[in-house]
């Protein structure tokens, strides 16, 4: 297949591009560099460090004699997606393309508004693209299972039959998401899902869990292929950030209660969900949801699990939760059908959890332990960022 893998820069988008290329298909990585800018307007960096785009990609041809086609720019640009599809003519696209942390979403007006306009159009123009230029093409959108929130009941892969008023129909899954980012998502799903009716698109949306883990057998080959691996208040994912707090002899800080379940993911099984996926196209017209994740956790199952597993003794903490969810709430989530395509899932074991905590050891030198504290709060309209604090005008 000819596979176009947008955001193929980034945690998940480079390994995805990686093993799709060693499975034999011609893989074209499309990126304006964005994650990285948000890096330089946070004052972080990702833990273990990464090459360029344009490098990776020649350190993978010479330790794979395989090659991967690189586009740069931008899809909320419709006239960049237009010639992208005029050059590489994809079979199928996997879209991790956007911006991806619900608390940068969270930080001012401007970047909800941001989050959600390079979200929706970027997603917008591409639906164009594939209705305009050939309509067999596979959408595999990465969306994610914040989209549905955590209500009282359980939660559906993606569609619920429901009887109101003596008569039953299959809708989408109410959702109910926490933040700005989440409802970009929400949007993305309601366009993707139109376009396939209106125009016969076929389209897949995974409803990702949150991901963890850090090695492939594709980045392991050459630390140049590393992926990113981030910790920091606002891009870093709970299980890197306990992970680093270990490491440091810091408590781990739960954020409130830690009650919070979510559905997580072991980012080897992220590369086999989408290959499945594009393995198993959706039909013409077919908007499908995969709800894609293995194993849920509480955010102090999390906590507990990381300190079971560090040799030392580790100290758990409840810090004020900054963000407003549920901090206790029943969880019960379907997770079948990338299951039944063939999954077998990594499970979250005491072995993959020192496999991590042995990435943080060899790169402590660069943490930064005040990168780590939330400064992002829900109830406030707009929250002060380290590195603007005293620069913004006004
Ligand atoms: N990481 C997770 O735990 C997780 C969980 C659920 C869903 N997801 C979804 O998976 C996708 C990938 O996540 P990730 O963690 O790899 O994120 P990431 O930020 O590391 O990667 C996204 C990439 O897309 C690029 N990008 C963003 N906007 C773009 C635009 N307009 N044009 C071109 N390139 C653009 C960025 O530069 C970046 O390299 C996202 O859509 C995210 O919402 C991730």
């Known amino acids: 297949m000819r596979i176009l893998v947008l955001g193929g820069d980034g945690y998940l988008g ?17 990126d304006n560099f964005v994650r990285r800018q948000y890096d330089f307007e946070m004052g972080v960096d990702s833990l273990v460090p990464i090459t360029q785009l344009q490098h990776r990609v020649r350190r993978w041809e010479e330790v794979s004699g395989l090659s991967i086609d690189t586009f740069v720019g931008d899809l909320t640009d419709p006239e960049f997606v237009d ?35 390079n979200n929706v159009v970027g997603t917008m123009n591409l ?31 993606g569609f619920i039959e429901i009887t109101h008023k003596g008569r039953t129909d299959v809708m989408p899954y109410p959702k109910q998401p926490g933040s700005f980012y989440h409802l970009s998502k929400v949007h993305d799903s309601h366009n993707i899902q139109f376009a396939c009716r209106i125009w016969g698109l076929r389209a897949t949306d995974l409803n990702q869990g949150i991901v963890y883990g850090h ?33 440091v002899e810091h408590p781990l800080s739960v954020y409130g209660k830690g009650g919070q379940t979510r559905g997580m993911l072991d980012i080897r099984d992220t ?19 995969f709800n894609q994740f293995t194993e849920s956790f ?27 969810e549920k901090e206790e709430h029943y969880y019960r989530a379907a997770h079948t059908k ?53 620069l913004t005008a006004g």
Not at 92 to 98: C, R
Not at 218 to 245: I, S
Request: aromatic share 8%.
């Open 14 to 30: 480079w390994p995805t591009a990686l093993h799709l290329s060693r499975r034999g298909h011609d893989v074209g990585v499309v």
């Open 83 to 117: 010639r992208l599809f005029e050059r590489f003519e994809p079979d199928a696209i996997v879209h991790f393309a956007e911006q991806r942390s619900a608390p940068y979403s969270m930080i001012d007006r401007q970047h909800a508004v941001y989050t959600q306009v």
């Open 127 to 157: 639906l164009y693209a594939i209705a305009e230029r050939n309509p067999a093409i596979h959408l595999v959108k990465l969306g994610t299972m914040g989209e549905y929130g955590t209500p009282n009941i359980d939660i559906e892969e």
């Open 215 to 247: 090695e492939t057998d594709e980045t392991t080959m050459h630390p140049d292929l590393a992926t990113r691996f981030d910790y920091d208040g606002v891009f870093g994912t709970v299980l890197n950030r306990f992970c680093v707090q270990a490491v």
């Open 271 to 289: 590369l086999a969900c989408v290959e499945l996926a594009l393995l198993n196209p959706a039909g013409e017209g077919e908007f499908r949801v």
């Open 298 to 324: 509480s955010v102090q199952q999390m906590a507990e699990m990381v300190a079971a597993a560090y040799p030392d003794t580790v100290k758990i903490d409840h810090v004020d939760d900054p963000r407003v």
């Open 338 to 390: 990338l299951l039944d395509l063939g999954l077998v899932p990594h499970l979250l074991e005491t072995s993959t959890i020192r496999s991590l905590l042995a990435v943080v050891d060899r790169y402590r030198h660069r943490i930064d332990m005040e990168a780590i504290s939330p400064t992002v709060k829900w109830r406030s309209t707009a929250s002060a960022l380290r590195t603007t604090a005293g």
